[in-house]
Structure formats: C-alpha cells, structure tokens
C-alpha cells in the first residue's frame, strides 16, 4: 500500500487534531480513519509512539481518565501548530492525494479479481469435455447466462465501490472480497471438474 504521510507530517497532524479537542488514542486512530473515509486506519504501534515524542517534547499532555489515557495539546504545541499553520494545507491536499490514490488502489484490485474470475470461468470452459449432443444449447446457454451474470456483478460492484470511495473503503473489505470470488471460483471449477 502507497505511503499515506509525508516525513514529519502525521506528527503535525496529530497536533491540529489535538487542538480541536484533547482525545485519547483510540480517538485519534478513529480521526484518522475518519478523514481518509475508512480507507486508512494507523495502528496503535504508528500512533503511540509519536505522542509519547511529543510528549517528551512538550507539545502535549496525557491524563487518566479512569483507563483511558487523554492527550491534550499544550501552549508550546498550539505555537508551534501556528507557526507551521501552512504546512497543514499542503498536508491536506496530500491527503486528498493518498485517499484518492488508495481509493484507485481497491479498485484495481477488484477488476484484477473479476478478470482472473472471468478467465478461470472460461478455462473451465474450454477443459468440460464434449456434452451429449442434446445438452449442447443448454450449456451454451449456461455460459451465455454465467457471463451475464458476471458482467452485472462487475458492473453492480463498480458502482457501488465508486459511490463508497468518497466516504472510504475499508482494506480488509477488498481483502474479503477476493478471499470469497476465489472461493466461488474454486468452487466452480470442482463442479465443473465433477460434471466431465
């Protein structure tokens, strides 16, 4: 997957979100995958450290709120927030950018699945031995139905992925995505295979 962040700028980033309002953690992973529409979520193991840094370099505070542990931007963060107020928009912009490219990402994907779907369909195809010559309309039928069936999934699937990318499109999703059109691919060909 494409680098979401610049050097430096989740850093910034966590600051400008801190200075709408103190959050804990998971609030912020939450942020995050809040702007990039779900397509992007950091780990823990991303966040963490960089607020444990500006910590240390009193940029922030953390108190406990019963287990939770809410950071708050502090004088010295807000100057600095200020002093690099620009960069924010740049930053903006390149986020746009990574949802966007992201967003292109999945979409590949997705075509790349159906079009190796379509091949398998197809290989079946030229593997299944020779029908009885009384079943042959009714599997050039079965063909001509399992393409069409397969062009309006593709076709269904695209729009909805288009109209979701704007609000974003969980990873893990896709990953789902192909686990089960490789299933019902594999599962095809065994039918297939059982039919010869």
Sequence with gaps: MSPVFGHGHLRLYLLNLLEESPKHGYELIQALADRFGGTYSPSAGTIYPRLAKLEDEGLVTKTADGRKTVYSITDAGRAELES????????ESDLSDSVRRLADEVRSGVDQAMKSLKAELASAKR???TPPAGSRAESAEALRDADVALTEFRQQLRT???KASAKGIDPALIGRLRERLAQVRLEVREELGRRQ
Excluded at 84 to 91: H, K, M, P, V
């Design 160 to 162: 909805d992925l288009r």
């Design 84 to 91: 690099r107020r620009g960069e924010l928009a740049d930053i």
């Design 127 to 129: 593997e299944a031995r």
